[in-house]
T-cell receptor
Framework: SQKIEQNSEALNIQEGKTATLTCNYTNYSPAYLQWYRQDPGRGPVFLLLIRENEKEKRKERLKVTFDTTLKQSLFHITASQPADSATYLCALDMSSSASKIIFGSGTRLSIRP | DAGVIQSPRHEVTEMGQEVTLRCKPISGHDYLFWYRQTMMRGLELLIYFNNNVPIDDSGMPEDRFSAKMPNASFSTLKIQPSEPRDSAVYFC?????????????FGPGTRLTVL
């Protein structure tokens, strides 16, 4: 069965640096992949979606890459700020009729001033 | 728009009782999703609807779980009878065009505790 792994449970970096989060999956590539942000006690908030035929997507300080050969997506936050501290989830969607959306367990990102 | 609305925000019940969670999606959204989040299993998709019709319920864990969407502005997730292992945060989400097209908007969640 499809498995998804986010590189680390927690990541601590200095304000102003680039945060890079990793999402790896096994088996077959999803039709698309999403990244979400979740703050404590709140629901996930959608950030970016990237399709299997896309290599890279950007939105302001955020960038997502998708490498179907490596079976990996990288999520970058440039010029990180303490307000970026949250848990980040990646989600795979195989987008077939009997499929499910599979979420990673998340990476807790802390940006220290 | 107020966003996705869920009620109650917290529910504490005893094992064996029936639990009903409620969701009001964003007006005009055609897709509605129910998720469950636990520390052990993370975020799991339980079921989703398109235009009030259940499309995929393969994530529903057992027959004790059922979901309905009687109209475009209301959905329920029912657990009967509830068990302690059902304790989790249950999220409802909605989207305009569905999976792979645009984003899902999540509600604040219902924290369910089954004693």
């Amino acid at each position: 069965s499809q498995k998804i792994e986010q590189n680390s449970e927690a990541l601590n970096i200095q304000e102003g640096k680039t945060a890079t989060l990793t999402c790896n999956y096994t088996n077959y590539s999803p039709a698309y992949l999403q990244w979400y942000r979740q703050d404590p006690g709140r629901g996930p908030v959608f950030l970016l979606l990237i399709r299997e035929n896309e290599k890279e997507k950007r939105k302001e300080r955020l960038k997502v890459t998708f490498d179907t050969t490596l079976k990996q997506s990288l999520f970058h936050i440039t010029a990180s700020q303490p307000a970026d501290s949250a848990t980040y989830l990646c989600a795979l969607d195989m987008s077939s009729s009997a499929s499910k959306i599979i979420f990673g367990s998340g990476t807790r990102l802390s940006i220290r001033p | 728009d107020a966003g996705v609305i869920q009620s109650p925000r917290h529910e504490v019940t005893e094992m064996g009782q029936e639990v009903t969670l409620r969701c009001k999606p964003i007006s005009g959204h055609d897709y509605l999703f129910w998720y469950r989040q636990t520390m052990m299993r993370g975020l799991e998709l339980l079921i989703y609807f398109n235009n009030n019709v259940p499309i995929d319920d393969s994530g529903m864990p057992e027959d004790r779980f059922s979901a309905k969407m009687p109209n475009a502005s209301f959905s329920t997730l029912k657990i009967q009878p509830s068990e302690p292992r059902d304790s989790a945060v249950y999220f409802c989400a909605s989207s305009l065009h569905g999976r792979g097209v645009d984003e899902q908007f999540f509600g604040p969640g219902t924290r369910l505790t089954v004693l």
